[in-house]
């Protein structure tokens, strides 16, 4: 390619598109051209040979010979200057690189300076080290050497010292011989003293590693010896006692053998068991496989962690009188916490919600004659059972407190049953003697219809009559007790291992789980290791009922147990244990079989019952609650109340249960499923008020648990669909069908019975069979549309989207109403 005055030019394929930039240049003869592209033509720009770089005015610009055609002196000026603007910034770029490239070979050289110095500082720490280890082996080989020479003269006997010699130097000949003994010892492998541990070893800490014990060493010389003899050498079989549980990983399995694993894997296979060493076969294959190999099965299950918390019979030798455990059973508002405070001289009623107990209370009284009682009060509303019951279980006597003037009620009956179902005595306090319409006789008359014979109506069962408010009577029922308990013999032993029942159990703020316990035998102390139901701990504190920090707690006293890592379950037993490990296993087997019992309990396990599942699940409707108590005891008699509200349309689904104050985890849970938090006797802390509030998730806060139980039912209630009523209000038969344009068919009838209504719905019978139900599209009487048409009168009737009417037909005319229903 050339221009017009025939100077070469080169191709910029590929060059940059910025206006102004220089491309290339070149010579040709003495004219020096320089190739610039602008954003609309790459075009030559001839340079004078002896033009300066800086620019400048150029005198061959006004020669239009020496530019291109149709480029204008300012245009050209232009051009120059934008070629001059160019070669400066390649010489700014130029220097910058080479600046760059500059400070990148400091860099380098620098960093090259500093891993010599390192390599060279790690050199010397190596030589350092090295000389020291050389002169610690050589500090050591000198001091045995000592110690060598200094046991020589002892061990022989002292030869005669010839004149020319010097004390302590030895002589050629022994430095000759010692020179041999360390050249074999250098040499040689002293195989005699391998496996022993010097002085020096054991000081220095060098070669004190794991050595061969005898034993080892003989069986290794043994079988030396057989081999050398040509004998073939088996090693004794060594017959083992295995655990076996009721299910056994094969690993496992090997492992409590001593075997190997692809031994036992090849065995299993050849009984027909295709097996890998991380499945699990059940005891009798186990068993199987270890009487294969010739060990011996020892048969064992995971309950065998509570052997060691079996109750021993004690020594009668050993027994001791303890005081009695009395329960005051009986109706609500009977008066049997306000009998309870006239004996201790307290005021417990008044702290509770409505003036009723809700949970269990345990309390220790001392009566003016010295003797010793331990009072069980417990809550009398119907929805404490469970409570009342194990009441019951740990009690010695039972007070049955009936009112005088309100007789046995169903409280009453159901306190009955379970001390009999205990088979514990029972003492009768008649209450509430001093009112006006009080009736004893009307009492003991009542008792008798459930077997309850009193000693006035000539039977067993001693009966006291007192007033809590005048303290009427009490001293007989102290001396009933102290008469009934004398008839018992009751004894303990008070140094042995602590047996007790938990009374009731709560998360207290500040002091974590607190378990109320009643000690039934032994000594309860200060440190104690103890499992309790699926949990366990060490009694860091015991509080008494006078909220006094005592050290210890014997039979029949009731205490406050601190230091447990959980809630447990009112009515479990405490069990003191030697270790911490066996409490801790026994907790861990005891909640591991209480997850699987329940689900267990929860799992469909055959076809049949999965449809039935389903099927319920399709038909019931459930109210989701969270339940938070403040005691354990409550949290369960408040889940059992709720379980029972509901039919088989409608039930209560209590989601969880706990104690304890409602927490951002409980609200969290009651919004994934919907339901509302009930809280008895808790609050909501701020966290979980605010989260509540901004999750919608409704709080309700109760003291009295039937006015819980009254609002869980009536919500219960709403969940019921409408019960559907249907009204009969009269008949009609069709005497004949005619055909109306714009209409369709129309029967003519006449009402034989009632009355027709145009808003009431029909049913069209033929034969007494019902073959269409639905609705009337016009009423008539003559030509009129009627809402109403009387017994005895004729009428048209149309019926809504359904013409197969015939004469003969009846019509059936009924309403239907729909009735809100509650749960009962």
Known sequence: MSDSDGKKTLGLRGASSRPGNVKQSFSHGRTKNVVVETKRKRVVVPKPAGAKAGGGSNPSLGDPSKRPAGITDSEM????????????????????????????????????????????????????????????????????????AAAAPAATPAAPRSPNIKSGAPTPAARKKEGDREETNKGGDDSRRSGKLTLNQALSGGEGGRQRSMAQMKRKQERQRQKAMGGSVEREKVVRNVNLPPAIVVSELANRM????????????????????????????????????????????????????KEAEDDPKDLVSRPPVITIMGHVDHGKTSLLDAIRKAKVQSGEAGGITQHIGAYQVTTDNGQVLSFLDTPGHAAFTSMRSRGAQVTDIVVLVVAADDAVMPQTIEAINHAKAAKVPMIVAINKIDKYEANPDKVRTDLLQHEVIVEKMSGETQDVEVSATTGQGLDELLEAIALQAELLELKANPNRAAVGAVIEAQLDVGR?????????????????????????????????????????????????????????????????????????EIAEYREKAAKDKRAAAGAATTLEQLMANAKVNETISELPLLIKADVQGSAE???????????????????????????????????????????????????????????????????????????????????LSNEIREHFIGYASIKEVFKVTGVGKVAGCLVTEGKASRAAGVRLLRDDVVIHEGTLKTLKRFKDEVAEVPSGQECGMAFENYEDIRPGDVIEIFTREEVVRTLD
């Open 258 to 309: 001593a075997e190997r694993v692809g031994a036992v894997v090849k065995a299993l296979m050849t009984n027909g068991m295709m097996v890998t060493q991380n499945e699990t076969i059940d005891a009798d294959t186990a068993e199987l496989i270890i009487e294969e190999f010739g060990h011996k099965v020892v048969r064992v299950s995971d309950a065998d962690v509570e052997d060691v918390i």
């Open 637 to 719: 008699a408040i889940v059992q109340a709720m379980e029972k509200i509901g039919n088989d349309e409608v039930r209560v689904r209590v989601l969880h249960s706990g104690v304890g104050a409602i927490t951002d985890t409980d609200v969290g849970l009651a919004e994934a499923s919907n339901a509302p938090i009930i809280g008895f006797n808790v609050r909501a802390n701020a966290s979980a008020r605010a989260s509540a509030n901004q999750k919608g998730v409704e709080i309700r806060y109760y003291s009295v648990i039937y006015d819980m139980v009254d609002d869980v039912k009536a919500a219960a209630s709403g969940l």
């Open 512 to 584: 974590g789980p607190v378990a109320t316990v009643l000690v039934q035998n032994g000594t309860l102390r200060q440190g104690d290791i103890f499992v309790v139901g699926e949990q366990y701990g060490k009694v860091r504190a015991l509080i008494n009922d006078q909220g006094e920090r005592v050290k210890e707690a014997g039979p029949s006293v009731p205490v406050e147990v601190l230091g447990l890592n959980g809630t447990p379950g009112a009515g479990d037993v405490l069990n003191v244990t030697d270790t911490e490990a066996q409490a801790r």
């Open 77 to 148: 000026e232009r051009r120059l200057k934008a070629v001059q603007a160019a070669r400066a910034r390649e010489a700014e770029e130029a220097e910058a690189r080479a600046a760059e490239e500059k400070a990148r070979a400091e860099d380098r050289e620098r960093r090259r300076a500093e891993i010599d110095a390192k390599e060279a500082e790690e050199r010397q720490r190596e030589e350092s080290l090295k000389a020291k280890a050389e002169e610690d082996e050589r500090r050591k080989k000198e001091a045995e050497a000592a110690a060598a």
